[in-house]
């Protein structure tokens, strides 16, 4: 796999916005794949990524955007519920945020109106926020607050709350192993609870610290990865008992980690100096892309199904293209 581009390159498409990009992220479902949420200081805005691969009236990369969703604070973290759909009636969007209040916040539209839950329950900055992927009836966040918990989406109900022994960064559900929460704490742990019955599982282990991002591979789900201290750390759930592969790629701190949606192969980077993107071929062990010219402070996202990387640069969103 090579970049279209330069090894050190700009996006194959930019697109400005006049607020400052907090949140980026492209819905990881089906019926929504081209839908991009932007939080920002006050506001959702919800867009729609347009690609030549998949619309031949696209010569280019388009972004269009659909619709401004008012946020009581700013918006901290983000995630697509799976009931969104643009593609079959009714159209609908279903996502969730995290401001500064420590509250989560549950979103359900159709075309004319906006209903908003609010969640109350901890009391520190929530990091990490998932829907299970198949119903969207079941929301996990965790939190600095020393805790993950699960959430009803329908009745608001904390169903269950995890106690962790330090803040929680990251949580996921896979969509191939949907009885499965994963939890990756600051200590450098990370663990696997049956979201049923809400039993520990299993616990990795990165032996250093502190965690600050974590990620489950869509495309394996034997695949763990997270962003400690300056390391990229590798893990394979049939082989849990230590790291399989570890990486050092920013010096300063690593803060965020993200597996291509498309390809096991590709991983997203973002770390200090500043907050520069790297996006590796881990199993390669070959950076492909090191932007060090631009801060990186909005977070990055995959296309669920072609090799686009959206990234929220200060008021832009960068699109970064690969080539399988």
């Given at each position: ?200 599982i299993l616990s990795l282990d990165c032996c250093s610290s502190p965690l600050l991002g974590a990620d489950w591979c869509q495309p394996n789900s034997m695949l763990v990865a997270a962003a400690v201290f300056s390391d990229i750390v590798y893990f394979d759930l049939s082989r849990p008992s230590l790291p399989t592969e570890r990486k050092s790629l920013h010096g300063e701190g690593a803060r965020m980690v993200k597996f291509s949606r498309a390809a096991d192969s590709l ?58």
């Amino acid at each position: 796999m090579v970049l279209d581009r330069s090894p050190v390159s700009e996006p194959v498409a930019q697109f400005q916005l006049s607020s400052r990009i907090f949140v980026t992220e492209l819905s990881p479902f089906e019926w929504s794949a081209n839908l991009i949420a932007l939080g920002l200081a006050d506001s959702v805005i919800i867009g729609q990524i347009k690609l030549p691969e998949e619309d031949e009236s696209c010569q280019e990369p388009e972004f269009e955007r659909l619709r401004e969703i008012h946020h009581d604070t700013r918006v901290q973290s983000l995630a697509w519920g799976p009931r969104t759909s643009q593609l079959v009636a009714p159209r609908c969007l279903q996502f969730a945020t995290s401001g500064t209040d420590h509250k989560l916040r549950v979103f359900n539209t159709d075309t004319t109106q906006v209903n908003v839950k609010l969640f109350k329950g901890h009391s520190d900055y929530i990091n990490g926020i998932v829907f299970e992927p198949e119903s969207g009836e079941l929301v996990g966040t965790c939190s600095d607050d020393h805790t993950a918990k699960l959430w009803d989406t329908n009745s608001g109900t904390c169903l269950h709350t995890f106690h962790l022994t330090s803040p929680g960064m990251s949580v996921c559900w896979h969509a191939a192993e949907t009885g499965k929460l994963l939890v990756a704490q600051k200590s450098g742990v990370i663990s696997l609870f049956n979201s049923t019955n809400y039993a520990p599982i299993l616990s990795l282990d990165c032996c250093s610290s502190p965690l600050l991002g974590a990620d489950w591979c869509q495309p394996n789900s034997m695949l763990v990865a997270a962003a400690v201290f300056s390391d990229i750390v590798y893990f394979d759930l049939s082989r849990p008992s230590l790291p399989t592969e570890r990486k050092s790629l920013h010096g300063e701190g690593a803060r965020m980690v993200k597996f291509s949606r498309a390809a096991d192969s590709l991983v997203a980077t973002i770390g200090k100096p500043g907050a520069n993107l790297k996006v590796s071929q881990h199993r390669a062990g070959l950076v492909i892309v090191s932007n060090q010219k631009k801060i990186v402070g909005g977070g990055c996202s995959w296309h669920l199904r072609l090799p686009y990387l959206a990234v929220g640069n200060d008021r832009d969103i960068d699109l970064y293209k690969f080539s399988l």
